[in-house]
């Protein structure tokens, strides 16, 4: 039911930015993307989501093209504490009505010295 | 952030026995839960979506005789493995979702608590 792809895992140097892609090509056009990170033996952690326009909060930037088709979390300085399987995932449906969400198999993210 | 709280967060029981998980949303109240179960280096997979007041909606191939879930308030759901084998050994994650009533932020997003590790022996 996973409707995102991502790459299985990515190393990323502490204090660089760490840009996680992800593909959502059969988005639809209410449907919007999430990312969730999990720490090891930890419950999934909210991080950003959008359904266009680009975000930032606190902790990234969620950078969405202009087709919908694809999107880039950005942690703009990582560190190693940032070490974490992050989820790319499209939300189905509305809460309110039925919505769920779906979790794919994410991007194992190290963040090494 | 708003804060689910799961309990217990480690169990390990005997096979044929049941075991209660609890999932407690502290600040704010929550008409929507969900469950979902993780095995190692895997990702999370959706068991049921709980809702209070009513009964679970459960995805296709849980066993709902199996998983019995109870949303009785607006704070808590429990997930009760019922005569557990060691094949029900997992990880167990709820979330919730700030709906805006309470103290919540209103956000509508899903919060997950910490989880509860079985260990059926």
């Known amino acids: 039911d996973a409707k995102t792809t991502q790459p299985p895992s990515m190393d990323c140097a502490e204090g660089r930015a760490a840009n996680l892609p992800c593909n959502h090509s059969t988005i639809s056009g209410n449907e919007y993307v999430y990312w969730y990170r999990q720490i090891h033996s930890q419950g999934p952690q909210y991080i950003i989501h959008g359904l266009k326009n680009n975000e930032t909060n606190e902790m990234a930037s969620l950078i969405i093209t202009e087709d919908r088709k694809s999107s880039t979390l950005i942690l703009p300085h990582a560190t190693l504490r940032d070490t974490a399987v992050y989820y790319c995932?499209?939300?189905?449906?509305?809460?309110?009505?039925?919505?769920?969400?779906?979790f794919g198999q994410g991007t194992e993210l190290s963040v090494k010295p | 952030g708003a804060v689910v709280s799961q309990h217990p967060s480690r169990v390990i029981c005997k096979s044929g026995t049941s075991v209660k998980i609890e999932c407690r949303s502290l600040d704010f109240q929550a008409t929507t839960m969900f469950w979902y179960r993780q095995f190692p280096k895997q990702s999370l997979m959706l068991m049921a979506t709980s809702n209070e007041g009513s009964k679970a909606t459960y995805e296709q191939g849980v066993e709902k005789d199996k998983f019995l879930i109870n949303h009785a308030s607006l704070t808590l759901s429990t997930l009760t493995v019922t005569s557990a084998h060691p094949e029900d050994s997992s990880f167990y994650i709820c979330?919730?979702?700030?709906?805006?009533?309470?103290?919540?932020?209103?956000?509508?997003?899903?919060?997950f608590g910490e989880g509860s590790r079985l260990t059926v022996l």
């Open positions: 995932i499209v939300r189905v449906g509305l809460y309110n009505q039925g919505g769920k969400l779906i």
């Open positions: 979330s919730a979702r700030d709906s805006g009533a309470g103290k919540g932020r209103g956000t509508g997003e899903l919060f």
